[in-house]
């Protein structure tokens, strides 16, 4: 396991002081956050008994010493989200009442491997552990949110930054499995890129698509493209970066002062052009890409790589959403195929 996390209990401020948050008055929804009802009913049964573990980290190792009002937050399928609301500043909280602590492990992981770079502002994880009804929770910084997604030049440049600073010398992976949306993200160690993104990205979703959909015809045309790709990566300069891995515009936001924020991560060390693969619905324009490529230049073969790193995120979103996102998929393999004429 990487040194790059706390997620034991940690306290969010070295000092006997109370800790002095950034908070948050409203949070965007996203994937990650959900069904308000059945958590108040988790965290009502817990406070019954007597056995709530959130609030027992954020009255101990948090430095609080009352909790003034717990809200929930955000919209979705997969988490849960609240706001709880101290004497000792505000903490943000996931809860989910099916899935163990791993997927939030992975979460707090990448969420620390980014702020550790001191580039792009991420919320500091604190704390990841089990319910006692079932389930987990991760506690995390509480970030106030600006009016907007902020400056679109600052993310691309600040994005750029963390890609630059966070380099693995163990290749391309990260140090545990992780989720893309509620898909596994399998995170093996490779050494070759082109041999991790065939296998662990395209392969995996191809596979999943089968078992679940039957869909022999994406799954075929999807190889002979894993087979046939070497060439668009010819002359490109490929390091493993560190990659927020599901760049979004439900992942981005701004704080206060203006700066960039992103959350909710799916992190890997990969090739650094995999971060645009959310750009379908991430809002990216053009003050986004040059200030982003004054830090990381523009590898040759750029535009040609582009799609491939859509078609992981398309892949899916046939996973989670079923066959309306299939044509998208389906559309950009047929490209591909017919451009490198395999």
């Known amino acids: 396991m990487a040194n790059v996390v706390l997620l034991s209990a940690a306290s969010p401020s070295t000092s006997s002081a109370a800790p002095r948050l950034r908070h948050v008055a409203r949070r965007r929804p996203s994937r990650r956050s959900a069904c308000p009802r059945s958590a108040a009913s988790r965290l009502s049964i817990m406070a019954a008994l007597g056995e709530d573990p959130i609030r ?19 919209g979705g399928c997969i988490n849960s989200a609240q706001c709880y609301k101290t004497n000792a500043g505000s903490f943000f909280v996931k809860t989910n009442g099916r899935i163990g602590p791993s997927m939030f492990e992975g979460e707090a992981l990448g969420l620390k491997a980014m702020y550790d770079t001191n580039s792009i502002r991420v919320p500091l994880p604190y704390k990841v552990g089990s319910l006692p009804t079932g389930g987990s929770f991760i506690i995390m910084e509480f970030i106030e949110f600006g009016c907007s997604r902020g400056d679109q030049s600052a993310l691309g440049r600040k994005l750029a930054e963390m890609h630059k600073a966070a380099k693995s010398d163990k290749g391309y992976g990260f140090y ?57 990566f010819e002359g490109a300069v490929m390091e493993p970066c560190l990659l927020h891995g599901d760049l979004w515009s439900g992942n981005i936001s701004s704080d206060t002062n203006g700066e960039p924020v992103i959350l909710d991560p799916a992190c890997y060390y990969g090739h650094n052009e995999a971060e645009f693969g959310m750009s379908w619905c991430a809002g990216f324009g053009g003050e986004f890409y040059s200030s982003y490529f004054e830090v990381m230049p523009k590898q040759p073969g750029f535009e040609k790589r582009r799609d491939l790193y859509l078609l992981y995120h398309y892949l899916n979103h046939y996973n989670l959403f079923g066959s309306g996102y299939r044509s998208s998929a389906m559309s950009i393999i047929d490209d591909y195929l017919r451009m490198l004429k395999a």
Do not use: C
């Not at 191809?206 to 668009?232: C, V, W």
């Open 56 to 74: 027992q980290w954020i009255l101990t190792e948090g430095k609080a010493t009352k909790i003034t009002g717990v809200s929930s937050i955000g």
């Open 176 to 232: 545990v499995d992780n989720t893309i949306g509620s898909t596994p993200q399998i995170n093996t160690w490779t050494a070759d890129w082109i041999e991790f993104y065939s296998k662990h990205r395209l392969g995996f979703q191809l596979e999943l698509i089968t078992q679940r959909f039957g869909d022999s015809a994406i799954y075929d045309k999807g190889q002979r493209l894993i087979e046939n790709m070497h060439p668009l």
